[in-house]
T-cell receptor, first 116, second 116 residues
Framework: AQKVTQAQTEISVVEKEDVTLDCVYETRDTTYYLFWYKQPPSGELVFLIRRNSFDEQNEISGRYSWNFQKSTSSFNFTITASQVVDSAVYFCALSEFASNTGKLIFGQGTTLQVKP | GAGVSQSPSNKVTEKGKDVELRCDPISGHTALYWYRQSLGQGLEFLIYFQGNSAPDKSGLPSDRFSAERTGGSVSTLTIQRTQQEDSAVYLC??????????????FGAGSRLTVL
């Protein structure tokens, strides 16, 4: 069965610290997609990144980087030099090719608090 | 419109009453999803619409929940005889044709339902 686990419920860091949000997934599908979304206090989910199961290259976008490892079924997200504006709930999600619906299976989310 | 629009943004109702939540997806997006986010929980899939195909209702928690999508655009989620456990934020998302599951969902700001 498909499942996404974000074991860290809450993380608190001081501004400028680096922080890594963990995501572990389960799927029987060989073709799938992994996503990260950010939910700021305003409530609207914001798309951050999508990776497909055949592309294990790590990706960097400014202060954000993602580490995808199929061997450990993980798709971790690192924020370098965190800022107060990074405070939000972050969701990892999985979409399976076989579902043919594009629906996302979400983890429980990690609440990140960045203190000044 | 420019984004996914949901109304009402907040709804307070009494136990046993019916409520309707509305979602207006991005113009041109053929896929529409409803999710539920309970306090401190992840996002729970409810229902999926794609064009004129039969909807995927596999996530609806009970027969008190129903949804329709008229003219392939606006969708209404109806909860009959509301219970206190229905209190949550109901999120709508839309995307271009999902096909392989690679599509990115764009979310609305949500409708916060409180059942007294």
């Amino acid at each position: 069965a498909q499942k996404v686990t974000q074991a860290q419920t809450e993380i608190s860091v001081v501004e400028k610290e680096d922080v890594t949000l963990d995501c572990v997934y389960e799927t029987r599908d060989t073709t799938y997609y992994l996503f990260w979304y950010k939910q700021p206090p305003s409530g609207e989910l914001v798309f951050l990144i999508r990776r497909n199961s055949f592309d294990e290259q790590n990706e960097i976008s400014g202060r954000y980087s993602w580490n995808f490892q199929k061997s450990t079924s993980s798709f971790n997200f690192t924020i370098t030099a965190s800022q107060v504006v990074d405070s939000a709930v972050y969701f990892c999600a999985l979409s399976e090719f076989a579902s043919n619906t594009g629906k996302l299976i979400f983890g429980q989310g990690t609440t990140l608090q960045v203190k000044p | 419109g420019a984004g996914v629009s949901q109304s009402p943004s907040n709804k307070v109702t009494e136990k046993g009453k019916d409520v309707e939540l509305r979602c207006d997806p991005i113009s041109g997006h053929t896929a529409l999803y409803w999710y539920r986010q309970s306090l401190g929980q992840g996002l729970e899939f409810l229902i999926y619409f794609q064009g004129n195909s039969a909807p995927d209702k596999s996530g609806l928690p009970s027969d008190r929940f129903s949804a329709e999508r008229t003219g392939g655009s606006v969708s209404t989620l109806t909860i009959q005889r509301t219970q206190q456990e229905d209190s949550a934020v109901y999120l709508c998302a839309s995307s271009l044709q999902p096909s392989s599951g690679a599509n990115v969902l764009t979310f609305g700001a949500g409708s916060r339902l409180t059942v007294l």
